[in-house]
C-alpha cells in the first residue's frame, strides 16, 4: 500500500496495536440480532465479517444496523449480517503507514480501518480517535525532522536568507535610530 518513509511509524508500531481488544468476529451467516447483542455487551461500534479462513469480507457498523436493518424495518433475528455488512472494505497491513492512513480516512471518510496481518486475517481495528489521539505529536515530530533535513541539504540558501533577514532588521533599526 505505502512507501516505506524513514520518519513515518508503521501501524503496528502504535501502542494501540497491542493494547485494543481483539475485534468482534462473526461469519457473514451469522443474524443482525447475535452481532448486536455481542456489540452491546462489549460496547464496540462495529463486527467484522470473516470467512472460513478468518480473512476479512466485510464490516458491519452500527451506521449499517440503522440504515440496513432499522429504517427498513427488517428483523434482525432473522436477517444476516451478509445483507447488512459493507463487503470488501478497505484493509490496512501492519506494516502500512499510521500518516498515509490518517490522510486516506480523512479524505474517503470513513472511520473504521480493518487492519490485518501478512497472510489476511484481522488483528486490530483502528479507528479516527486512535489515530489523532496520538498523531499530532508524532506529525509535529515528523515534520520538525523533514524541516532538519531540508535544512540541512539546504544550508547555503538558509544561509543567505538569514543574512537578508538579519540586514533588514539591522536597516529597519539604524533607519529607525536617524528618524
Same mark, same amino acid.
Given at each position: ?30 443474524? #443482525? ?81 480493518? #487492519? ?64
Amino acid at each position: 500500500m505505502t512507501d516505506h518513509n524513514p520518519y513515518g511509524m508503521q501501524l503496528k508500531d502504535r501502542p494501540e496495536f497491542s493494547t485494543k481488544p481483539k475485534p468482534l468476529c462473526f461469519g457473514p451467516e451469522a443474524s #443482525v440480532d447475535e452481532a448486536v447483542q455481542a456489540m452491546s455487551e462489549k460496547n464496540f461500534g462495529s463486527v467484522v465479517v470473516v470467512d472460513e479462513q478468518e480473512k476479512v469480507v466485510g464490516i458491519a457498523t452500527e451506521r449499517d444496523v440503522m440504515r440496513k436493518l432499522v429504517a427498513q424495518g427488517r428483523d434482525a433475528k432473522t436477517t444476516k449480517l451478509s445483507e447488512i455488512m459493507t463487503e470488501n472494505p478497505r484493509l490496512a497491513r501492519e506494516t502500512d503507514d499510521v500518516v498515509d492512513w490518517l490522510r486516506i480516512m480523512s479524505n474517503d471518510r470513513f472511520r473504521r480501518l480493518p #487492519v490485518v496481518d501478512g497472510e489476511g486475517r484481522i488483528k486490530v481495528i483502528f479507528t479516527q480517535g486512535d489515530f489523532v489521539s496520538y498523531t499530532w505529536p508524532d506529525l509535529i515530530y515528523q515534520a520538525k525532522e523533514l524541516a532538519k533535513a531540508g535544512m540541512a541539504r539546504n544550508y547555503p540558501v538558509w544561509l543567505i536568507g538569514g543574512g537578508v533577514m538579519v540586514y533588514s532588521i539591522l536597516m529597519i533599526v539604524v533607519v529607525g535610530a536617524l528618524l
